[in-house]
């Protein structure tokens, strides 16, 4: 894990903690440097400490763990002693008392609200010095220095939206719902910085190896996702969801709400794998564009009192181009093997009436929705239905012939299906839908799902 990511969120709200600047006076800037010796040499030994008792916590089965082994660990990779360790360790034994402000209904003044609740390890009661373990804060702390923005482990937060509707924790279902989110705009911002700083060659080293890594994790956030929002639109889901809003007091989240909140999510989703996919594009190509200012002036100066080889120079000339290059063009009879034979140049369509029609037939997607809408709307009381399970119930064939376009037209236009009071929401997955027509042919796709939203 890696504390420093973890201490760089925190660090200057402790620095603003600590400070004794007064409200209405002149404040001088603030330092760019931390008080210390600026080796990292004592942090290191604490987070290595904290990490060491998080290891032989399971063997010590809860108990004090015996501090002889990491002592001496330390004495060979750092060359401390036993006092510079038991330093380390009375400071974060040690509790420390932090400050923060209560907000009232009726405004200021606030409250202040302390807690020393701030110890990571604890000692026995009669103070030996050789062992010791982790209290409740510092397994929080250790909690929190492992989530990390990698997106790999994103699927199992989206995972707990699930978790949140089968245990009817409806409101928690928004807050978990904006932590996703945030990480699909950390990613995404992710992967912008690093299209503006390609010098990080470790990084793209990192997305090029794990591509299919990544790309599977944004596909298995999608699914969560959508599961979350099948599972929602269930009828037995809403029937407890409005058993649980009747029951809450104050301002209680709709079902509309989720709905739009878990939409929301999909999008994004999606538009983060299609920007993934430009990333991995730019990875492949080799050749990336710098995005940025190229300071062609310190080039000129290196090249002025650096002179590039004979051979360098001519790549350069021949690369500005063309020099004394003849430009062949192709003859539009060394095309005439690739034309078209089979078509007369004189094709006359004769126009026929059929008089005693005396109307035309209605149009397919009537037809459709004549033999299907009844059938449709029944299925999606039930909960949503996926344009796979459309095509496994067979609404993809009409009058004996493939009806794919009227059934995919339903789907970008639930409008069609003209259900009074009540709405047709459709999302998607990337690259999900893989369904068989009736007359053999496979289709491959992103996956579409309808579903009531209220």
């Known amino acids: 894990m890696d504390w420093t990511d973890y201490l760089s969120t925190v660090v200057r709200l402790v620095d603003l903690h600590d400070s004794g600047h007064k409200p209405g006076t002149a404040s001088p800037p603030p330092s760019e440097d931390r008080p210390g010796l600026g080796t990292g040499l004592w942090l290191d030994i604490a987070v290595k400490l904290i990490e060491y008792l998080h290891e ?6 809860e108990g004090w763990i015996y501090l002889g082994e990491f002592i001496e660990e330390m004495g060979k990779h750092h060359g401390v002693s036993e006092d510079d360790v038991q330093y380390v360790v009375s400071y974060l034994a040690t509790p420390s008392r932090i400050c923060s402000v209560v907000e009232k209904d009726d405004g200021p003044p606030h409250a202040i609200k302390t807690t020393k609740e701030t110890a990571l390890v604890e000692r026995p009661l009669h103070q030996v010095a050789d062992r010791c373990r982790l209290t409740q804060i510092g397994r929080q702390a250790l909690q929190m220095a492992k989530m990390t923005s990698n997106w790999l482990y994103a699927k199992h937060d989206a995972q707990k939206l699930c978790t949140a509707i089968l245990t009817e924790d409806f409101g928690v279902i928004i807050t978990q719902a904006a932590a996703i989110a945030q990480a699909v705009r950390s990613f995404s911002h992710e992967i912008t910085r690093l299209l503006e700083r390609p010098g990080e060659q470790e990084v793209w080293e990192t997305y090029t190896k794990r591509a299919n890594d990544y790309i599977e994790a944004i596909s298995d956030v999608g699914d969560a996702v959508i599961g979350a929002s099948d599972l929602f639109a269930t009828k037995d889901v809403r029937v407890r969801f409005e058993a649980w809003q009747s029951a809450q007091q104050g301002d209680v989240i709709s079902a509309e709400l989720i709905n739009e909140t878990l ?4 999008q994004s989703v ?15 190509s080799q050749k990336r564009t710098i ?13 002025a009192f650096n002179m590039p080889s ?8 021949t690369a500005l181009g063309p020099w004394e290059v003849e430009a062949f063009f192709p003859s539009p009879l060394d095309l005439y093997g690739a034309m078209r034979a089979d078509i007369e140049e004189d094709h006359t369509n004769i126009l ?9 037939l209605p149009a397919a997607i009537h ?10 709307l029944d299925t999606l009381q039930e909960g949503s239905v996926s344009l796979s ?32 009071g009540q709405q047709i929401g459709i999302a998607f997955s990337p690259g999900v839908l893989n369904a068989t027509l009736p007359d053999g042919a496979h289709l491959r796709g992103d996956e579409l799902m309808m579903f009531l939203t209220n």
């Open 352 to 360: 026929q009436f059929d008089e005693e029609s005396e109307q035309e």
């Open 389 to 420: 399970a459309a095509i496994a119930k067979g609404w993809v064939s009409l009058d004996g012939a493939i009806a794919l376009t009227e059934l995919v037209g339903v789907y970008a236009a639930p409008d069609w299906m003209g259900v009074e």
């Open 367 to 376: 037809r459709f929705l004549t033999q299907y809408k009844q059938e449709i």
């Open 263 to 266: 939409l929301e999510i999909m």
């Open 270 to 284: 999606t538009k983060l794998r299609r920007k993934f996919a430009d990333l991995i594009t730019e990875l492949a």
């Open 291 to 303: 995005i940025g200012n190229i300071r062609f002036d310190k080039a000129a100066l290196w090249a």
């Open 56 to 61: 032989h916590d399971i063997e010590a089965n």
């Open 310 to 317: 004979h051979d360098q120079i001519q790549l350069c000339l």
